[in-house]
């Protein structure tokens, strides 16, 4: 689901990597909210308050809001940097440096306050890890998925899920209407999983605290393994495939 770019990429792909993805940023969104009071997949609300401070004239509060935009576009700006030197290189792992770095930040917030880096009451650490971190995820899984996928937050999802629905009620019998279904369910997936990872991520912070981004790193720690996995299945058999028929048609020519 990471490797394939393009023509090779297909509707499975990018249903595996939105539910995956999507789940993680549930998570990450729950334990962002509880535990910081802050939100870490998306900088639409930090606008507004950045917008608010400065209108009272408190400058000195207004600096973190234009960090916690800052972090998430650099988190973007970095995940794609990193692929386009790696698709220059000609690299089939273009997608490593990003997840492994967002794993890297998962692990590190999840652990933040037992490692003291600062004070119980001083959060704002925490919010520029998960912030950079949702997004190198967000970039990178628009970038693979060609716009197609995004998982870190709702808005434009809804947006885009209610074109297409109003699109399958006007054009039933349009040839494109398995593209209109298909594009449905991703989306539908992507909101539900979501969800999940908003409510396990709950369920969880109350026994784990912070922790529980451990689990997101976890999740996709699995999905890296699982897709390189299928990926080395599938070339194995490719390959056994081939090397077969060419013994049948040397063979057949002995014949």
Known sequence: MFRHRGKNRTFRHNLRLASNLSLVAGIVNSVGVLAISTLTTNVTGHFAYFAEKIIIGQYVNAIPYLLY?????IGAFVSNFFI???SLNKKKYIHTTPMFLEIFLLVLAGFWNDWNFTDGENTNQIAYIL???MGLQNALVTKISQSTVRTTHLTGLFT???IEISHYFFYRNHPNTITVKKNIFLK?????FF???CISGTLLF???GTKTLLVAAALITIALTMDNLIFYYNFTRRKFRREKTIKDLKKANKA
Request: hydrophobic share 70%.
């Open 206 to 208: 109350y026994q784990m």
């Open 84 to 86: 386009e030197i790696a």
């Open 131 to 133: 912030l950079f971190s």
């Open 195 to 197: 969800f999940a990872g």
């Open 188 to 192: 539908l997936s992507i909101i539900v």
């Open 160 to 162: 885009d899920l209610g």
């Open 69 to 73: 935009i800052f972090f998430f576009f």
